[in-house]
């Protein structure tokens, strides 16, 4: 049984969201701007909902009643730079 609902905002690939599925949760909202990201996350989450591309834009009408928002901080590429 589900115990509460959240939101998952600059998802990612979804690795917040599993502590709180974990806990009984239930995601009723995604949203992630990276196309790349978004294709994992639903390999990662099949069964899920639709994920809203960008935040900023979204109607919030179409943001389901939550209990909690979850919210990623930015993941910048890893760059190496090598001594010449």
Do not use: W
Not at 17 to 46: H, K, Q
């Amino acid at each position: 049984m589900k115990t509460f609902k959240f939101i998952d905002l600059f998802a990612g690939i979804g690795g917040l969201r599993i502590p709180f599925d974990e806990l009984g949760g239930e995601c009723v909202f995604t949203s992630e701007l990276d196309p790349n990201a978004r294709e994992t996350y639903l390999l990662n989450f099949p069964n899920s909902h639709t994920i809203d591309t960008d935040i900023s834009t979204a109607n919030l009408a179409n943001i389901p009643v939550h209990d909690l928002v979850l919210a990623g901080f930015p993941c910048q590429p890893l760059v190496v730079f090598s001594k010449q």
